[in-house]
């Protein structure tokens, strides 16, 4: 049978791959729990300090399988065990804190623009395509959609793309910052694990620690943000690569990072 996620671990870099590009990687029930236990994989794993969601094939994610939705015997039923599954894999990567890097290709839609945006990071080949086309089949966002959107570019322009679910091209999405690099085709898998790599290299608890304040600064006050802030930056000091850091500074020297611990 063939793996509808493949999972593959390289130089502390997962790599996530939906892998049914017969169907353009639409997202059935399998499907869904497949990805769901690679990133199980991935945040219990010690050595995985950043990830990588990409698709085989022609595309990314091209959204929800509606076929596997319309032949099921109860629609809603069957629409909320598949969004379940999805949510449970979403929320266990980003409560992980690993940096996670989209590599996005073809034409992609609904479920699969969510997707894009919830990673930390995007990489987009030029002849990407976001379609957020759920108004379009009369449903709402899932997977995190209007979560990331929102703040990515604010209400109103959050607002405008979901209700009027006009087609990005590369170049728009880059403006927008829905992505943060556009490249050649053939050139998106080496810059997505690349970029991916740099990261894994880096000091991971400060890498981590990092996320943690970026994601809550939206929903924090100032002084509570900023309390976390000078409790953050204490547990780097006391960290092993902040040593190497400081050492490395005045020896003149590039640190190897090699505190592996997050907590």
């Known amino acids: 049978m063939t793996e509808l996620v493949l999972f593959s671990v390289e130089n502390g870099v997962a790599q996530i791959r939906f892998n049914r590009p017969e169907r353009?990687?639409?997202?059935?029930?399998?499907t869904a729990r497949a990805f769901r236990a690679a990133v199980e994989r991935a945040v219990s794993d010690p050595g995985v300090r950043a990830v990588v969601l990409a698709g085989e094939g022609r595309t990314f994610v091209s959204g929800g399988d509606l076929g596997y939705l319309r032949a099921a015997p109860d629609i809603p039923a069957a629409a909320a065990?598949?969004?379940?599954?999805?949510?449970d894999g979403l929320l266990r990567l980003h409560r992980s804190n690993l940096p996670s890097i989209a590599a996005l290709k073809g034409n992609i839609a609904g479920a699969g623009v969510s997707l894009a945006l919830?990673?930390?990071?995007?990489?987009?080949?030029?002849?990407?395509?976001?379609?957020?086309?759920?108004?379009?089949?009369?449903?709402?966002?899932?997977?995190?959609?209007?979560?990331a959107l929102t703040r990515l570019v604010g209400l109103r322009r959050a607002a405008e793309i979901a209700l009027l679910a006009e087609s990005i091209t590369a170049e728009r999405a880059?403006?927008?910052g829905l992505v943060n690099r556009i490249v050649a085709?053939?050139?998106?898998?080496?810059?997505?694990?690349?970029?991916?790599?740099r990261i894994a290299s880096g000091p991971s608890f400060a890498t981590f620690q990092t996320l943690y304040l970026i994601t809550s600064a939206l929903e924090e006050t100032?002084?509570?943000q900023l309390s976390?802030?000078?409790?953050?930056?204490?547990?780097?000091?006391?960290?092993p690569d902040f040593q190497e850091a400081v050492d490395a500074f005045f020896s003149k020297r590039t640190p190897v990072f090699n505190d592996r611990t997050a907590s």
């Open 174 to 176: 880059l403006e927008l």
């Open 24 to 30: 353009l990687n639409a997202l059935d029930l399998q």
């Open 185 to 197: 085709p053939d050139a998106l898998e080496r810059a997505a694990f690349d970029l991916a790599l």
């Open 118 to 147: 919830m990673t930390t990071l995007a990489v987009a080949a030029d002849n990407v395509t976001l379609n957020p086309a759920y108004i379009r089949v009369a449903a709402t966002p899932d997977c995190g959609g209007t979560w």
């Open 228 to 239: 976390k802030e000078r409790e953050s930056f204490v547990k780097c000091a006391g960290s």
């Open 222 to 224: 100032l002084a509570d």
């Open 81 to 87: 065990e598949l969004i379940d599954v999805m949510h």
